[in-house]
């Protein structure tokens, strides 16, 4: 089973509205952190939000407000007030902490999602 | 924010010699950095963790001799593609571990590779 899922290929939304990107995780460890990067046609990779599986409140972070559903393992972005500059690949990913420390502090991404906003 | 550098940010080479990459953190630290492999239109692959001081370790099916990783620094980790060939043009990637916090990998801008 994939440990991070984007059903979202693609996503159009229209300039000033808000869209949400869904991420669905799968984990056993009780420790863990979900990332959302955001990748530009140029290729860098942007950090934009952090949720802690620990966190009780949502992260936000500007325009990007994370909505974090533990028990569906959930982890959708949500970006409110689109601008054309939001148009970019977008990756959810996964740092899982295990009990015994040896965690290797890796990321699992997602295969991303690609959002077009359209003026 | 935590700034990476990457250079070169564009190389083509002929098919044979070796390329190196550079990864810099510039404002912080990395005991830990990553490598990884980007294809068109996917998601990145992880190639390696390189750790400052010590071996890096390679994911499964990456070829250890033909890419080589050096961390030599606490600021600096390096990839050199060995006899590159067209195979290995893609974009490669690098990020570096922030261990307090919230643990966060902070990227680079990335390099695009052409082998020809």
């Known amino acids: 089973a994939q440990k991070i899922t984007q059903t979202q290929p693609g996503m159009f939304v229209q300039e000033k509205e808000a869209v949400t990107l869904d991420c669905t995780y799968d984990?056993?460890?009780?420790?863990?952190?979900l990332f959302w990067y955001k990748q530009p046609s140029s290729g860098e990779m942007i950090f934009l939000i952090y949720?802690?599986?620990?966190?009780?409140q949502n992260a936000t972070e500007g325009r990007y407000s994370l909505n974090f559903q533990k028990a569906r393992k959930s982890a959708n972005l949500v970006i409110s007030a689109s601008q054309l500059g939001d148009s970019a690949m977008y990756f959810c990913?996964?740092?899982?902490?295990?009990?015994?420390?040896?965690?290797?502090?890796?990321?699992?991404f997602g295969k991303g999602t690609k959002l077009s906003v359209i003026p | 924010g935590a700034v990476v550098s990457q250079h070169p940010s564009r190389v083509i080479c002929k098919s044979g010699t070796s390329v190196k990459i550079e990864c810099r953190s510039l404002?912080?630290?990395?005991?830990?950095m990553f490598w990884y492999r980007q294809f068109p239109k996917k998601s990145l692959m992880l190639m390696a963790t390189?750790?400052?001081?010590?071996?890096?370790?390679?994911e499964q099916g990456v070829e250890k001799d033909k890419f080589l990783i050096n961390h030599a620094s606490l600021t600096l980790s390096t990839l050199t593609v060995t006899s590159a060939h067209p195979e290995d043009s893609s974009f490669y990637i690098c990020?570096?571990?922030?261990?307090?916090?919230?643990?966060?990998?902070?990227f680079g801008p990335g390099t695009r590779l052409t082998v020809l």
């Open positions: 984990t056993s460890d009780p420790s863990y952190g």
């Open positions: 404002d912080f630290q990395a005991t830990t």
């Open positions: 990913a996964m740092r899982e902490d295990p009990y015994s420390g040896a965690g290797s502090y890796q990321l699992t």
């Open positions: 990020s570096a571990r922030i261990p307090w916090g919230t643990d966060t990998q902070y």
């Open positions: 949720q802690g599986s620990y966190d009780q």
């Open positions: 390189s750790n400052e001081g010590s071996k890096a370790t390679y």
